[in-house]
Each structure stands twice: as structure tokens, then as C-alpha cells.
């Protein structure tokens, strides 16, 4: 941001938005809707890595006709929800989804899926000059689902909770420089930093920083969170814990006219086929963590369609850079090298994935891969800087991953065969998701895939790269135990600049990173989820959040 | 009888003991850390220091066995780490439906396994005998979560018959959601019954009785159902008895599978979670239920069998 000149409104949330390519190609589906799913393919396998807005592909369910209210939209998910306090975590993704639909935050990620803020509960905001100063004004109809009106008092409230490490244990690391917030008016607050914080929009504007009404948290404590009242787009009507959660339409919610569904229901269904029967069965109009195995046959279904949504979620491999082995750039280099990920994103990922130019996630201020090149497959580049390293004829280690996970399975075959080409002799070891990041954790590996599904929270690299490279975050290089003053000393830079400068100094962070390669991300992946033929504007934000405030059924 | 009664419950006292610590130390021994898996990779370590003792996690172990002992003795199992509920109200909640799986998976279990082993048992060696062991030997193969999805597919996804997962808690819907799952908890149990049924009538009715009976011209019909089914059930409640840890062990299977809001869906989800409380509760009741049936097991079987407990 530049200090002193940023300044969102309302009336113009638009107006600095670069647009994204799905926004290109709606208007090519408006135009002639014989668009195939296929074309959509190969336009996002070709073009994912290197643009900065995170965007979906175009699916035939995007249309700008005039949406049809009413109507009950079961969504068949992976993760069950099981709490929705938006300071604890049970289970990721079925927490956070679920917390989506009830909250607000202040500003928000764009619904529509470019790694962009827009306003949330605040209609506009400005930042004083040194960046340490943001001042918010709540918009005139932000209600509660009670119909209460958020006041300052709630947002004080709210954010104090976020700012609290106690309170917020889990989100802790993206309060970072909060000092506390100052009541105006009944409408306006001021958030004092005791830093700037670039990241600081981006941090608000997710789960932890969900405005909650004061008074009924505090008179019924954790209990409202059973049935909690919030500003987001539907209410929680009823709650099986381990079954489903159900959702009405809130009609306080302040965009109006939205949400269009009468009613959203959640079934929790872990097991991949299961989830997919739901669909294909029609007891669920929507799924997510559509196993890429499964992806072929489902284009050929003409009663559902595919959604492929660019998120920051990657494969990461961890190195121990503890281990001598790993601590030896050459052969960390040549690792990189020895894999042919080519291979494994059509034989792993059905050819959804993107080859990586950057050891983190995709994420905002990333340079194209002309700027930053991925490593390409190259065996005798491999050979050589095996020779080059201590350890000239290769070694024996292991790799750690997660149970249950069809895929992974064929990711490490694939992995173990290519690497002993250069000498590199790895066990698999296949233990449960619990036992893997435990012993990541404690740096209890050679090589590990620490978690089934790896995705940042934010959609800038303020919180990985921090997780990384601050040699006092207490993550030990984010459990890598790798650590590089001078790199360090760059992303201290970038984590305090305005927009323009860090938009400069991210790629060099990038750059220095993918030379360096404390450990590996083998591909970028998309979330992928399938939808009734039925459905329609399913929009998922750059985090891969489904708000439903636009979705509606024909 | 008294004396036999007595006898057996006393013996199954340093079982339940044995399982108590057995189920607390299995949770406690595998890797990972219900605290570090409920912070994930943002919480430094001393955020998860003090979380953990929050909840009482870094008192040394034999301390937190006690307590559990101590609390458990009362019908206190603590508080889920991970929930932030009573372990009892958790269980409570998934109970019903397990209950339900369980008793319509024994009734399918029962109607499928006693016609099939009294037709395999008149009709020895022929034809119909050996198709029907042919028909057990597939099931006990069939692993239960390919069985349930293929169920799933056929009579959920081609013929429309049965939603293809889910649970309504409501009759008769119930009954509905419950059938593939109960089918196929049921299948997975019959090979076994209808083995040990076949044999024990093949043995009844090769006895010297019946051929007496035979003698004396009774119809066959009535020395298989009479003589023949009646002795051979006491065998029959026993395999059914022992075989509830088996069943419960498909439940966790099963409910995952048709994703039913069970006990089994709900141990998978806190094993994965290393919520220590709630799989520490689970295990040992479910482990005390398993060793009580069999308690209450013998004693019917003593109760039908004079020779039993007078031996």
C-alpha cells in the first residue's frame, strides 16, 4: 500500500483491480456459450504460473443472467465443520468454509477470486502516512443476523480478541504488530500498529478477524458460537456435529438482495468415492476435493461440470537442512533437477497442476515464469552437481508422507525412481497424516510431505515467507531448520514496503529463494470442485473460500 | 449358578483393568500431539507449551492415567481436547446410530446366515451346499469398505433404490439410510455364522438322538428345526457375542464409508486428531462393552446348557 494516498471506497471498489483472465473469457462465454471444458483446460495449464491474480478457469456455470432466487444447494465436503469460533481451527478447511458463510471481516478477499482486497463491514478505509494508522468506517447497513447494527464497539471487541495471543493462539502470527483499536464515532475506528504492517489488510481479512457482537459473545460466551450471529451472507440453522450443518438466508445481510439460496446444507463426507456418489447420485448439487484421479471421468459426465480454482496450495517437499545431505546446496539443486514434473502432473495430477517457479505456493506479486524459470528436468545438470556435492556417490535417506491420500502413493514411486538415477536411494515411509506433521514439527525426517493438503492462509507471502525466513518466528525456517541473513534482510524490507516496492523486491525473494531451495514445491495445484449442471456463479475466492452469496440454481 | 455367575464376573474385572490401561496407553504412544495438531505449523512451540498445560497434557503419564482411571470409575470420561465437550455428551450424541447399524447389521446377519446354513446343512454336499459355501468363502473375502461402495453404486447410483449414504435419525427414513450399511455389516458377519451354524447342525444331526428320532419316524423337517436349530443356537449367541468387537471394529469402516454419524466415524476422526480424552473413551468402552457381551454370553450359554456351567 502507499501510506497516506491508499484510500478504498465503495462507490469504486472496481476501480484498482487488475482484471483477471476469467474475467476476459466471461465475457467470451456471454458471447457464444459452445465453450469447452477442454479449451478451459489447456488455457489453464498454460497460462497458471506467472499471473499475479490467482483466477478459477472458466466454467459453464458462470453467467451474467438475471440470477433466480430460492432453492436448497447441498455441498458435499471433505472436512467436516466443528467449530465455528473463527479463533479456534478443528479441521482446516471445513472450519473455515463453514465460518465463511456466517462472518465478515472488515475487508475482504475479492469473491470473485482475484487475489485483490474489497470491502467487507467497512465501505471505505484510509491509512496515515507512516502505516501505522488504519482508519475504518463501517458501512450504514451492516447488521447482525439478529438485526442488531455493528457498532465500533463490535469491531473493537472483535479485533481485540484477533490481537490477543492468548484469545487467538492459532492466528496469532498474523496479528503481528497490532496494538489496539480506537473507537471514533458509533461508525468510524482507528487500528493502531505498533509497525507498519503491509500485509496488515490481508491479515484482517480472513477468519480470525471476523466481526462478532459484543454483547452476545460476552453474555453467552462459548456457547454463541453453537449458533452464532453474524454479518455473513447465511445463518447456521441447524448443526449435526459429524453429519452436516445447515444454513438459512440471513436477511440482514447487507449486500443486497443476496444471498439468492434459500438454504445451504454442508454434508461431511470424508471418503473421496463416497463424496462423489453424492454427486453423481444428485443428493449433493456440489462437491469439493474431487480426487484428481477422477477428474477424467467426470468430464465426461454431462450432468455435472468441473471448477478448477488457482489457490495458494502446493505439493511442498521438505528438506532437513539439518541433515548434511540436504544441507548441501549442490545436492538440494539436484534434487530439482532429477525430478521431471512434467510427468508428474500428467500422471499424478491429470494435467491440473503447474509446474512451479517458486519453492512457496503461488501467490500475489509472483513473477512469471520468464522472469524466474522453474527448474527443468535436466538428469545430467542432476549428475553433475551430485558429483560437484560431498557426496559424489549419492546416499540413502528417507521420505516421509501421509496415509490415505490415493495420490500420494504414485508421487513417491515416482519421486524414489527418479532420484536413483543421481545416486539417491530413498525408503517411503507411510504413516498417518498425525504421526507425519508431528515428526516435521520436531524435524524428525530427511524428507517429508508434512501435510496431505499445504495452502497459506493469505494470498501475499507475508505469513510463509515470515514462517521461513525470520530466524525468530520459533519455526526454525518453517521446520526446514535452513536459515539466510541475507535473505532475511531482503523480506524484512519487503514485509514493511508499500505495494510498489514490494511488487519489486518480491521477485528478487523469489528468485533468491528458487536458487537457494531450502525444500522443493513439486507443483502447484488448483482445488477442484464439481457442480450440478444446475448451478450456477459458484465463485471461490483466491483462498479458495465458496461464500454462495452469488450462486444460485436454474 | 450363583457361583458360576460370581466366578465369571470376577474374572472379567483385570480384563477391564488390563483394557483400561491398554486403551490409554495405545493413544498415548503413537506419535503426534493432539495440541501441535490443533495449532498446525503456525503455533511456535510456546503457544503449544501452554496449551498443553492448559489442558493438563504435560503432567507426567502415569498421573494422567490415574486421574483417567479414577474419573472413569465415576462415568467421567473429561472434557474432548479437540471438541471442548464432555466425552459423555459426545458419545451420547454418536451412540444412537451406531446402535441402530449394529442391531439392523445382526438382524440382516441372522436372516441371511440361518435359512442359508439349515438349507447347506440338509442339503450336505450337493450342489446347493457348495454354492453356499462358495457364497461364504466371497464374503468373508469382501473387504468391507469395497463391498459398501460397490452396494452404494448399484442400488444408490444405477437403480435409485437407497440414498447412497447419510443418516436421518427419524422412522422410517432411518431404516432406509440404514440398509446398505446394515447390509453390508451384516454380509461381512454371515460367512462366519453360517459356518459355525452348518457345523454345529451337521454335528447335531448326525447324532445318535436323531437317528433315533429318525427311527421313530419323525418328519425331517421337524428333527432339523426341533432338535437340529434349537441345540445349535447356544453356539449361535456365542459366535454372535464374540464377534461384536469384529462388528464394531466394520462400524468404523462403515460409517466412514456411508458416512454415518456413528462411534466408529467419530474414533477415526479423533485418532486422526490425537484427541487423547475422546479416543481413550472410546477404545476402553467400547473394549468394556465387547468384554461384557461375552460375559453375558456365557452366562445364557450356561443358562441353555447345563453341562457349561456345571463343568
Sequence with gaps: ?554 | MAVYVGRRIVAAIPVVLGLSVLAFLIIHLVPGDPVQQMLGAHATPKTVAEVSHRLGLDRPLLAQYLRFVSDAFRGDFGRSITMNQPVTTLIGQRAVATFWLLGYGVVVALLVSVPLALWSAVRRDRIEDQLIRLFTTAAFGMPTFWLGLVLALLFGLRLRWLPVGGYTSAFPELLRSLTLPAVTLGLSLTAILIRTLRSSLLETLSSEYVEAARARGLPERRIVLRYGLRNSLGAMVTVVAVNLGFLIGGTVVIETVFQIPGLGSLLVESTLRRDYTLVTALTFISGTAVVFMSLAADLVYAMLDPRVRLG
Design chain 1, 1 to 554: 500500500m502507499m501510506p497516506g494516498s491508499d484510500r478504498w471506497d465503495a462507490s469504486d471498489p472496481w476501480a484498482r483491480r487488475r482484471y483477471s483472465r476469467r474475467e476476459v473469457l466471461k465475457g467470451a462465454a456471454v458471447a457464444g456459450t459452445g465453450l469447452s471444458l477442454a479449451a478451459v483446460l489447456a488455457a489453464c495449464g498454460g497460462q497458471g504460473t506467472g499471473t499475479q491474480t490467482p483466477s478459477i478457469s472458466l466454467s459453464p456455470g458462470f453467467t451474467t443472467a438475471r440470477p433466480k432466487k430460492g432453492g436448497s444447494l447441498v455441498y458435499a465436503r471433505r472436512a467436516a465443520t466443528e467449530t465455528l469460533d473463527p479463533l479456534q481451527n478443528r479441521t482446516g478447511n471445513g472450519d473455515i468454509f463453514a465460518a465463511e458463510l456466517v462472518y465478515t471481516a472488515l475487508v475482504r478477499p475479492d469473491p470473485k477470486g482475484s487475489s485483490d482486497l474489497v470491502p467487507g463491514l467497512a465501505d471505505r478505509w484510509t491509512v496515515s502516512p507512516d502505516g501505522k494508522a488504519y482508519t475504518f468506517h463501517i458501512r450504514d447497513n451492516a447488521r447482525f443476523s439478529n438485526g442488531d447494527r455493528v457498532t465500533a464497539e463490535d469491531v473493537q471487541f472483535s479485533l481485540d480478541r484477533f490481537g490477543d495471543p492468548k484469545l487467538n493462539a492459532i492466528y496469532g502470527v498474523l496479528a503481528v504488530g497490532y496494538e489496539g483499536t480506537e473507537i471514533v464515532d458509533e461508525s468510524t475506528v482507528v487500528v493502531h500498529l505498533t509497525q507498519p504492517v503491509s500485509a496488515f489488510l490481508y491479515n484482517i481479512s480472513i477468519l480470525p478477524a471476523f466481526i462478532v457482537p459484543k454483547r452476545l459473545v460476552e453474555q453467552q460466551g462459548e456457547k454463541f458460537f453453537d449458533r452464532p450471529v453474524g454479518t455473513g451472507p447465511f445463518v447456521v440453522t441447524e448443526w449435526l456435529s459429524g453429519s452436516s450443518i445447515t444454513f438459512g438466508r440471513n436477511p440482514y445481510y447487507w449486500e443486497s438482495g443476496k444471498p439468492y439460496l434459500d438454504e445451504v446444507r454442508y454434508e461431511f463426507i470424508t471418503d473421496d468415492n463416497a463424496r462423489m456418489l453424492a454427486l453423481q447420485s444428485g443428493r449433493a448439487q456440489a462437491v469439493d476435493g474431487v480426487p484428481f484421479s477422477q477428474i477424467e471421468s467426470l468430464k465426461n459426465d454431462s450432468s455435472v461440470y468441473l471448477q478448477f480454482t488457482e489457490v495458494p496450495y502446493f505439493q511442498g517437499l521438505w528438506l532437513n537442512n539439518e541433515k548434511p545431505e540436504f544441507a548441501d546446496l549442490n545436492v538440494r539443486k539436484a534434487l530439482q533437477y532429477a525430478i521431471d514434473k512434467q510427468t508428474i502432473n500428467d500422471t499424478v495430477y491429470a494435467g491440473v497442476g503447474t509446474i512451479p517457479n517458486s519453492v512457496l505456493p503461488h501467490l500475489r506479486y509472483d513473477a512469471p515464469p520468464s522472469e524466474v524459470p522453474p527448474y527443468p528436468f535436466d538428469l545430467s545438470k542432476a549428475k553433475q552437481l551430485m558429483a560437484e556435492s560431498s557426496f559424489p556417490n549419492g546416499f540413502d535417506t528417507t521420505l516421509q508422507y501421509p496415509a490415505g491420500f490415493g495420490y500420494y502413493r504414485q508421487l513417491v514411486l515416482i519421486l524414489q525412481a527418479q532420484w536413483k538415477e543421481i545416486g539417491i536411494n530413498v525408503r517411503l515411509i507411510e504413516q498417518d497424516q498425525g504421526t507425519t506433521s508431528q515428526r516435521f514439527y520436531q524435524l524428525d525426517y530427511d524428507m517429508t510431505f508434512p501435510y496431505a493438503q499445504f495452502t497459506s492462509d493469505v494470498v501475499v507471502p507475508d505469513e510463509y515467507i515470515a514462517f521461513v525466513a525470520d530466524p525468530k518466528s520459533g519455526t526454525n525456517g518453517f521446520f526446514s531448520g535452513w536459515h539466510d541473513p541475507a535473505i532475511w534482510s531482503m523480506v524484512q524490507e519487503f514485509l514493511g514496503a508499500d505495494e510498489g516496492t514490494r511488487k519489486v523486491l518480491w521477485p528478487k525473494i523469489q528468485k533468491a529463494m528458487m536458487e537457494q531451495t531450502p525444500f522443493i514445491n513439486i507443483m502447484n495445484l488448483p482445488f477442484v470442485q464439481a457442480y450440478s449442471s444446475n448451478v450456477r456463479n459458484p465463485y471461490i475466492n483466491a483462498l479458495g473460500a465458496n461464500r454462495l452469496e452469488d450462486t444460485w440454481l436454474a
